[in-house]
């Protein structure tokens, strides 16, 4: 009976490595053209099943308590190598800091318009060089903070509208997208130069004028990784590209999918969203494309890994992510049920809402059931 066991026991061992050899097997091609290596992925990831295990261990933000607990809105999130956690209110206009413990360390800035405070801060990030970068809208300044609060510098943005998601590399370079509005409405992004001087154009697209709108428009994503490439997709097609610090391209990852139907429902909930009703009000003319984009959304961690937000929906009601390796391999489809704003030291920081519009910051240990090794 022991003997009979320990066959079984081998025999499912087997199976289990078949499955495991037969499921990393990717099925994509690579090739070189123009010295830029393209990476064409299928529409199926290398890995199914559940490759990704996540166990939340913080959770930030209180409904009632002490102030420096509580959050209006959450609009940013990033973290430091120390592994305190900056969160970005953009209605009470500062950050608050905590430790990697959940505990309150201090407060950054403040609303107003003296030197160092902010009137309608969008977006934070902490650069390689252990600044915090916040940019302002409203005042179109980019402020520049030490990581215990200490104002380093203010650089006007030019009258630059819009400052999209400044993030900032080893050499202080800045990649950023902004719109201008002229006759045409053009959107762009671009790398600066650290005093904010214009270094090179990466892309630049029209986005429809008002009364035209189109909900679904193309944009663009981007990042930088831990060796100052930028990785970033216009969304219009399914290709993400990367540029070395100087913004040549190197490397193209493209992917087959399934484009998603942009429903009636979807129509209807738009127009309550922004509206207050069913049907767009007299004098405005939406453009309605029949497909969504492939893409909403891409973050990447410290390993290198991309991750794409689709407009696919998992049976549970989630949207899935398309994992690609640091070669650009579709390693795996994951569905997340919130958008992934910072992977460090296996760690997945998140920013969630409750049904009463409470927002919390959300930290979980991340597992990975895969054999990169094989990659």
Known sequence: MKKTNIFLVLFLLFLAASCTQQDSEWKGTIKTQDGVTIVENPMEPMYSGSVLELEEDLMIGEKEGPEEYMFSEVRDVDVDSEENIYVLDSKETHIQVFDKDGVYLRTVGQKGQGPGEMQSARSLSITPNNEIVVSDWSARVLHFFSLDGKLLKSIDLKGMLWFLKPVVDSQNHIVAGYTVMDQTVTGYLKI??????????????????????????AQCFWQIDSRDHIIWGYNDIYEIQYLKPDGSLFMKIIKEYDPVKITEQKKIEYCKSQYGQEEPPEGIEISWDSHHNPFIYLSIDEEGRVFVRTYEKAPNGQYYY??????????????????????????????????????????????????????
């Open 322 to 375: 398309d994992v690609f390796n640091s070669q650009g391999k579709y390693m795996a489809k994951i569905p997340l049920e919130h958008r992934p704003r910072v992977w460090k030291k296996d760690k997945l920081y998140v920013v969630s809402e409750d049904q009463q519009g409470f927002h919390q910051v959300r930290r979980y240990s991340v597992s990975w059931n895969l054999n990169e090794s094989m990659l």
């Open 192 to 217: 600066f130069n650290p005093d904010l001087t214009e270094k090179k154009t990466i892309y630049s697209y029209q986005v429809a004028q008002y009364p035209k709108v189109n909900p679904f428009f």
